[in-house]
């Protein structure tokens, strides 16, 4: 049973690691990235940093990538944790816990 617990906590765990990226096409400006959204504003080129919630902001001339915690779920007694707001991404995303 404990294989099967382990197992479990594994796959959720991997399935937390491979979580939601997005790209936003942004005109190309040699040192600072624009976004659309105002909760994301202007990023330095080469600057990667966290933005509201538990996602992390990339700028390359021409690109924001956004990366964010994916999801999942596991089997009892297994649970997922909270998000811990005060770590980096991805140290902040939600954490399979097996008492």
Do not use: H
Request: hydrophobic fraction near 35%; charged fraction near 20%.
């Amino acid at each position: 049973m404990k294989v099967v617990i382990t197992f479990v906590c594994i796959a959720a765990f991997l399935s937390v690691a491979l979580g939601w990226t997005s790209l936003e096409e942004v005109p190309v400006n040699s040192e600072y990235c624009e976004s659309t959204d105002p909760s994301i504003g202007k990023v330095k080129v080469g600057e990667s940093r966290s933005a509201t919630g538990c996602v992390r902001i990339n700028c390359s001339p021409g690109l924001i990538e956004l990366a964010g915690c994916g999801v999942a779920s596991v089997e009892k007694p297994c649970y997922m944790g909270e998000e811990d707001l005060s770590k980096p991404y991805p140290d902040c995303c939600p954490q399979p816990v097996c008492p």
